[in-house]
Structures are given as structure tokens and as C-alpha cells.
């Protein structure tokens, strides 16, 4: 026992170090408060940063929830409570240019036994946004939690009971983004289930993106990029559940005309959300003031996913492009930047690359933050306003005379203050290829160092290519042969440069094998010697299916070559078996015996597999529309070597 004792306390020691080093790893944030009777005052205790080498000082952002519908974003908040009771206060916190995790955070329970402060403030009025709106506390991590705010103001001269729609996990991505871990509600609202959705599936839950005939965000996110009120609220909800695949709804009572109200959702990013850093994920919020009514109102909230909470970065709604219907569509590009100065910008420059597939002549500004005119044209401007200037491969935009806070300067209290951003929008050339693009930007606040973006990036859906086919065989080791095919192909649509292609053909064959020809001298009655030949001949009859599958690389818009493998079986065949026998005499045929009656006729299904390697040429449009090939089949089967000659059509 006495030598087991030494190993039990190192054990001992090895586990507690372990578990201590674990605790000390652990970011958490806790929150502290002073209070004098109903009026707190919240003060949060955080880890230290983690700067990221060469990205700006790193800092917190947060979102207290003061457990009565109220919110704050306030590093250090000051509330007061209209009634007595005990509320649950929550924060988040979010690391800005920070290489850690966001500091995990404990609910803590304020208790008020007295209203010392009448000074009560009702919460904010959103009736300049519509009296509907929707926000976040930060963008989405692979993985991490998130908070939507969800803010109704009931803007009718009469008390109404209605409803709340949060719609998200779009069905054009693969998997889910986002999974509902809590609700939190401060007026009585109650959750509801609808079944009248169930017959709404215009988008399959496929497991590919191109399932999809158009590009979700681009045909909805602009129409509701701000609340617009809207009339036929059946049509809104069957659109909105077209494209999303989970809703949350919510029944309300008694909001008294005037009154706003709060509700939080807390959503956990899942670890198989998409991975673009440039992709651009919407959530859609549909509010029914009345539900007796079919007016309602709708907002957008566009998030952009990203890797690390950086307020400075560049998205797109171009990650999943359609390439046949894109040309008649704008692509949204977004920047944002943030000044975390210690004093106000007056003037912010954005460089933007802009890809030469994009046309310039096409752009237009769809937003801004802070709001200004455009400059005028030829002379200093005296005023605020946004310059632009394009230039062949980048636009500069800047921000002059204007006041954006920095996040860091005295008496700054809202972060949101601090940021702004440009949106603006363009279309593709009219001859331009199917590829990625990739664009970022560099923002100058004043005259600091420029602050480089991540880069945002277009991408198109595979899309298919339906293509028919026809063409003839031909066989240089066959005697007498007849060939022709007809067929179809699938492929990705207007591929640029490699792609896959697959082929279904059925041929249609004639051919002879396997002609023997025998002599034999005999004698006739008189006794003279003739040549009896016989010649034995086998005619082939046959539908084939040929299964090709290729991989293809388009060298430019009219040459297009290929190699792959191919299989081939016979779906039908016949055989028919002739003897023919003809008697000489000095080299001369003096009679002939019909070999018809000799015939011997067979058939079979689905015979003789063949298998073997194909090389392939075609010219005219190698990627969409007409064009003639020509291919070789080399068989491992001997005799079976053949050239195709085809013209092919792809739509």
C-alpha cells in the first residue's frame, strides 16, 4: 500500500493540473450591476483580447436582454424597471478582431422590491422603420450562437391582437444554417403550429444547389430589404415558405396602439452550415398587426457568413449564381467597415476590385451608410457626399465631410454607430464565362493605413445541359458494315473549361462475320474432276446501347476535346447463318446450289458486353448549341475499333 501511495497522489496532481489548465483556457464573461432600488446600473467583467497580427484593436461588442423586453447594446447599460419583481438579465458578447471564441455568459437574476425611480422609459418607438424590424446581435459562425431581435409596434388607434412569423434555413442551401434553440418572449406571446404549409413545396429539399431553377437571393432580398407593407397575406406566406424550410410563429393579445415589443431568438449555427465567407443567408420576418386581417408587413435580414467577428469585410448574394437566367439579374456586392478610432472619420475611402466579367456600365448604388448625396461632377464638394470613381479593373468610393464616430472616443456608447457601409449593384457582360469571381476592398479611414477585406466571391450552379445526338459508325474491320446511332448527353450547362459529360446512345449495326470459304476437288458421273466450293457466311443483325461517359475540356468557344470510357452491350441481336456451294470447271461456275434452304436463324437479348476507351473531337459551339465530332472507340475486344462521326445539339 505503502508504494502504491506515491503513484495514487501523482495521479492525483496530473488530473487536478489538467482540469485546472482546462479552467483557465475558458473565456466567460460575467455580469455585474449596481442597484438603488429599480433603476440597475450593469457593468460586464471580460476576458482579455486576443489580437489578430496586423487586423485593427481588437473589442467587445454586446446585446444585454434586462429581462422585461427591453435591450441594450451599451457596453455599460443603465435601466429602470417599471414593476417589481425578479428578472432574468442576459448578455452576449462579441469579440471584434479577436482570434478566441466570443466569452460564454450565465443569466443572472435581478430582484426589485421597490420603485424608487419613476423615470421609466417606454421602449423605442419603430415607427420610422415601418413598425416592423428585424436585427442581430452579430453575423453567423459555423457553430456558434447567435440573437435575432425580432421588434413590433402596433401602429393602428385601436388595441390588436395578431401574429409573428420568423422564417429561416433557406431551401436553395444543402444543409441547415441555423437551429432554433430559444424563444424568449415579455408580453404573453405564445407559440402556434400551422399546418396549411404543407402543401406548399415549389423548391424540392434536394441534396444538390442546382435543384433550384433561380437564385433565391437575388429575386427576394432586394423586394424586402426594408418592411414594406403588403395586402394578400396568403401569397406572402406561400412564397416565404417556398423558400425557407422552418418558420417560428407567434400569437399575440392586447398591444395597446403606439406600443413596441420585443421578442429574442437564440439560433445555433450548425457545424454543417455553408462555409462561404462571401455568402450572403437571409432570415424573413412577416408581422400581422390584426389577425382578422390579411394586411402584414415583411423585412428581409441578410447576414453574411463569416470566420471570425471582423466589422470591416465585403460579402456578396452571388455565391450561387444561375448561369442561364443571371444575365437578366443584378449582382448585390456589400461593404462594411467600422471605425475603431479613438476619434470621429471625416473622410473614408473604399478601393474595390471589380472582375472584368462584371459591366461597369451597369452600376448603380443601391445603399449607404452614413447617408449622403453623390458628389457633383467637376468641382470640390462642400457638403457630404459619396464620390465614385471606376476605373478599368476597381471603383473607388469616398465618404467626404462626413462624421462617423470611432468606436473607441469619448461618450460613444452605441457601436452601431460607428459603422457604415456601401451596397451597390451590377450586371454580367454580355459575353462572359462560367466562372468564380473574386473581389475584396481596401478601406482607408482618413489617412491611416488601409484596412484589407475579405474577399467576396460569385459562383454558378452546375445547371444541366440536355444535349441529342446522332452520327454514324464506322467499322474498318468489319465486312459490309452499316452502323447509325442516335442519342442524348447531360452535362453541366456551358461549362468553361473541364467538365464531365454522359451519353446514352442506341446504334443500329449490320455486318458480316466469320466467311469461310472451302474447296474440294470431286468428280462428276463422267468422271471429271471439278472444284466444289463452299462458302459459309454469318450476317449480323444488332441494337446495341452504348453508355459513354467522358471527362471534356473546352479550349475555346468553338474546339472541344474529350477522353473517357465507354460501355457497350448488345440489347437485341440476330444471327443468320448461310451455306452457299458453287461447282468449277476451268475457273468457271457451271452450277450453283441456293444456299437459302441452308439458312440458320438466332436471336438473343442483351449480349456480347463490350467495354473500351474513347477519344473525342468537336467543332462549332463547344459549349452550348450546334457543333460536329468525330471520336474513336478502341475496343478491347478485337475487330471492334470503330470511328464515329456525329453532329451534336445542347441546349
Known amino acids: 500500500m505503502n508504494k502504491l501511495y506515491p503513484l495514487f497522489l501523482l495521479f492525483t496532481l496530473i488530473s487536478f493540473s489538467q482540469t485546472k489548465v482546462k479552467d483557465t ?57 417599471k414593476n ?3 428578472y432574468t438579465t442576459q448578455l452576449a458578447v462579441t469579440n471584434n478582431y479577436d482570434n478566441g471564441k466570443p466569452p460564454a455568459t450565465r443569466p443572472k437574476k435581478v430582484v426589485v422590491n421597490e420603485i424608487s425611480n419613476e423615470k421609466y422609459n417606454e421602449i423605442a418607438s419603430i415607427e420610422d422603420q415601418n413598425g416592423f424590424a428585424i436585427q442581430k446581435n452579430c453575423d453567423p459562425i459555423p457553430d456558434q450562437e447567435m440573437i435575432v431581435i425580432l421588434s413590433y409596434q402596433n401602429l393602428e388607434n385601436y388595441v390588436a391582437d395578431g401574429k409573428l412569423y420568423l422564417f429561416y434555413n433557406e431551401k436553395q442551401f444543402k444543409n441547415n444554417n441555423f437551429e432554433l434553440a430559444s424563444t424568449r418572449t415579455y408580453a404573453g406571446e405564445r407559440e402556434v403550429k400551422e399546418n396549411n404549409f404543407a402543401f406548399v413545396d415549389a423548391i424540392e429539399d434536394s441534396n444538390s444547389y442546382w435543384a433550384s431553377s433561380e437564385n433565391h437571393s437575388l429575386a427576394t432580398a432586394k423586394k424586402y430589404q426594408k418592411t414594406t407593407t403588403q395586402t394578400d397575406l396568403d401569397a406572402s406566406l406561400l412564397e416565404a415558405n417556398k423558400w425557407y424550410k422552418n418558420v417560428s410563429i407567434l400569437e399575440f393579445d392586447g398591444a395597446n396602439p403606439k406600443e413596441t415589443r420585443n421578442v429574442f431568438y437564440t439560433l445555433k449555427t450548425t457545424p454543417e452550415m455553408i462555409k462561404d465567407t462571401s455568402a450572403t443567408v437571409t432570415m424573413r420576418g412577416i408581422f400581422v398587426p390584426n389577425r382578422s386581417f390579411k394586411n402584414h408587413k415583411v423585412v428581409n435580414l441578410e447576414m453574411q457568413i463569416v470566420t471570425s467577428h471582423d466589422p470591416n469585410k465585403m460579402g456578396s448574394n452571388g455565391s450561387f449564381l444561375n448561369y442561364r437566367l443571371v444575365r437578366f439579374k443584378r449582382v448585390n456586392f456589400k461593404t462594411r467597415f467600422q471605425n475603431n478610432g479613438e476619434g470621429p472619420a471625416r473622410m ?53 465631410n462626413i462624421y462617423l464616430p470611432g468606436s473607441e472616443q469619448k461618450n460613444v456608447k452605441e457601436k452601431d454607430s460607428t459603422k457604415g457601409f456601401v451596397k451597390y449593384s451590377m450586371k454580367f457582360n454580355k459575353d462572359f464565362h462560367k466562372v468564380s469571381t473574386k473581389s475584396r476592398t481596401a478601406i482607408i479611414f482618413d489617412k491611416n493605413e488601409p484596412i484589407i477585406t475579405n474577399y467576396a466571391t460569385t459562383r454558378f450552379l452546375p445547371g444541366v445541359s440536355i444535349g441529342v445526338k446522332a452520327g454514324y459508325n464506322y467499322y474498318p474491320s468489319l465486312d459490309k458494315s452499316t452502323s447509325y446511332f442516335v442519342g442524348a448527353t447531360i452535362s453541366p450547362f456551358k461549362s468553361y473549361r473541364f467538365y464531365w459529360q454522359a451519353e446514352l446512345l442506341n446504334s443500329f449495326n449490320n455486318y458480316n462475320t466469320a466467311t469461310t470459304i472451302t474447296d474440294v476437288l470431286i468428280k462428276d458421273a463422267t468422271g471429271v474432276n471439278r472444284l466444289q466450293r463452299t462458302t459459309n457466311t454469318t450476317k449480323n443483325t444488332n441494337i446495341n446501347n452504348e453508355i459513354p461517359l467522358l471527362i471534356r475540356y473546352n479550349i475555346n468557344n468553338f474546339i472541344g476535346i474529350g477522353a473517357g470510357i465507354q460501355a457497350n452491350i448488345n440489347a437485341s441481336e440476330k444471327q443468320e447463318q448461310s451455306t452457299k456451294t458453287d461447282l468449277y470447271e476451268n475457273d468457271k461456275p457451271i452450277f450453283v446450289t441456293s444456299s437459302k434452304e441452308d439458312s440458320v436463324i438466332t436471336s438473343n437479348s442483351f ?9 473525342d473531337l468537336t467543332i462549332g459551339a463547344a459549349r452550348i448549341g450546334p457543333s460536329f465530332g468525330a471520336r474513336y472507340v478502341l475496343n478491347f475486344k478485337e475487330n471492334f475499333n470503330y470511328f464515329q462521326f456525329y ?3 445542347k441546349f
Open 25 to 81: 483556457i475558458t473565456r466567460r464573461a460575467n455580469i455585474g450591476y449596481d442597484q438603488k432600488g429599480n433603476l440597475v446600473s450593469f457593468k460586464p467583467t471580460t476576458p482579455p483580447l486576443i489580437p489578430i497580427s496586423g487586423a485593427p484593436k481588437p473589442s467587445y461588442s454586446y446585446l444585454w436582454e434586462m429581462g422585461d423586453g427591453h435591450y441594450s447594446k451599451e457596453a455599460e447599460p443603465k435601466h429602470v424597471y
Open 84 to 86: 417589481k419583481g425578479t
Open 348 to 400: 473614408i475611402r473604399l478601393e474595390t476590385d471589380v472582375s472584368d466579367m462584371l459591366d461597369k456600365k451597369t452600376f448603380q448604388i443601391e445603399d449607404m451608410y452614413p447617408k449622403c448625396p453623390i458628389c457633383p461632377k467637376g468641382q470640390e464638394p462642400t457638403i457630404s457626399c459619396l464620390d465614385t470613381i471606376i476605373k478599368k479593373d476597381q471603383i473607388f468610393f469616398t465618404f467626404k
Open 647 to 649: 453532329g451534336i445539339w
Open 607 to 615: 449480349t456480347s458486353l463490350k467495354t473500351g476507351l474513347l477519344f
